[in-house]
């Protein structure tokens, strides 16, 4: 701005400048013409009357600058003073000789053909009829003006000069209000009143735009928090397969610590399957498959971003859920489905046989009541089998038909005990209930069948002559039940599947120890209803110890 000003300022100063000096030399031009119209005139009428005092021998004593000329009336030139009369040609015809026999006095000015300028002319007619003329070379004038012009130069340069010098100092005294502007706070200054209008403008448009990005922060900042809360893997690409961002979960599925800048997707994950799935969604097509990342399974879901109202790609999002507990609980549904195939086709295959061979009359008499014993009990089994099922379904949906009771934890486990200590005294195994006498606000019912599975369990993979205690205490986390044996003790490996249906340890030992292998089952899912968490520890060879904590309970007692 300041140099467009000075530029401005100096082409107008130098435009009045050149229009100054050729006015003033327009102006000098035409004084001096006046000027030498004036000499001719004077110095005509004073050669007039020496000549009419002297005669024509006045002419030849006088020394002038001026071209003199004497002619006759009729144009005959009698006297030169620079050229000889014999080769000059008649006047008559002359503008100035014409006005000068008419009026008296008569001028001309015009371009000479003989002296190859332009010269000035002034007659005046004597008493005795002659005309005088004399003539003044217009270069005289030229000559001046060129004797003037150098100083004229240097005046005009220094006035350039002095011009660029005071419009430098004036585009920036102009300019300085305006970039001293302060542009953060617009509507505390003080410039020229032209600027206010630019500056209210710019006060509003700032106001928007602070508006606009206060808005797109508070949108940024809830995608954010929206995306790093998510539990499935958010990631944005461009058309370039660039990563241009992702969320907590993407960086822990995929290992990612530091962002690389401009790193390709593709290096997440250089499956040909994955690949594929990029490409085809930056083609514009909806994608989801599942796949598996660390022995997890996840369901991948792409969606491409256009750009605009256009059908240009402008990049994709890409979704990561995790469907392992899915795909987990199918195939669980899966086993489930097959183990109670096995499960109810063993004791009804059983009951179908003895049946069979009864009713063709093979059996003896004195064994029917041996084999509608084998009947029975694997009916029973049939029974227990299918009560543990409907039992689990029941846990699984919540429709239990009890209500919450206060109980006696100690009087409870006795009782549970109690119905177990035939089963016990068999193998030679001691029950026995120890801790505080602790009340609790609970289900009877699934409670019970937690202690009676847990203890069942103890007994079942029991050494001989070993023992089973139930602990109940009071911990700082809430109230403990522990069931306690020195029986085989589970493996590692088996500590986290031992609480799925049908699962056994040891399966080939399972037709021997009895039960539908459902048990822990049923006491994960109960105290799961009771809202209480159960924890196993175990040492092979050594016994078992399984703990239900009732989370945040107080005993009432």
Partial sequence: MTSKIFRSIILVAGSILLASFLLI?????????????????????????????????????LESQNRITLMEADGTVIYDSEAKIETMENHANRKEVKDAVVTGSGEDIRYS???????????????????????????????????????????????????????????????????????????????????????????RQKSMIKEQLEEARKRQEEFEM???????????????????????????????????????????NRTEKFQKVMKQVLEGKHQEIEMEIEENYYQLIANPVFHGKGHEIAGAVIVFVNITDRIAGEKLRREFTANVSHELKTPLTSISG?????????????????????????????????????????????ILPYEKEEISLKGLADEVVLRLQPIAHKKGIRLEVLGEDLCLKTVRPVLEEILYNLCDNAIKYNKEKGSVKVLIEKKVQGIAVSVTDTGVGIPLSSQ???????????????????GTGLGLSIVKHGAAYLGASVKVDSIVGVGTTITVLFLGQKSLS
Avoid at 146 to 160: D, E, R, V
Avoid at 365 to 370: A, I, T
């Fill in 25 to 61: 030399f327009g102006v000098l031009y035409s004084y001096f013409i006046g000027e030498l119209k004036k000499e001719l005139r004077y110095g005509a009428n004073y050669v007039a009357k020496g000549i009419e005092m002297s005669g024509i021998e006045y002419l030849e004593q």
């Fill in 113 to 203: 053909k003989t002296l190859s300028e332009r010269t000035s002319y002034y007659a005046v007619r004597l008493h005795n009829g002659y005309i005088l003329r004399l003539a003044k070379q217009q270069k005289t004038v030229a000559t001046i003006l060129l004797g003037i012009t150098q100083p004229l130069l240097y005046i005009l340069a220094f006035m350039f000069l002095l011009g660029a010098f005071v419009a430098n100092k004036l585009a920036k005294k102009i300019t300085e209000p305006v970039n001293n502007l302060d542009l953060e706070h617009p509507e505390r200054n003080e410039a020229y009143d032209e600027v206010a209008p630019l500056l209210t403008k710019i006060y």
């Fill in 226 to 268: 929206i995306t790093e809360n998510m539990e499935e893997g958010f990631l944005i690409i461009d058309n370039k397969m660039e990563i241009l961002s992702c969320n907590s979960s993407t960086k822990k599925l995929f290992d990612l610590k530091d962002m690389v800048p401009h790193q390709n997707v593709v290096t997440l």
């Fill in 354 to 398: 003895f049946a069979e061979i009864m009713q063709n009359g093979i059996v003896k008499q004195e064994d029917v009541p041996k084999f509608a014993g084998n009947i029975f009990k694997e009916s029973q089994r049939l029974i227990a089998l299918v009560n543990d099922i409907i039992k689990l379904s029941q846990l699984d949906e919540g």
């Fill in 496 to 514: 986290n599947r031992i609480f799925e249906r049908f699962y056994r340890v040891d399966k080939s030992h399972s037709k021997e120890i009895g």
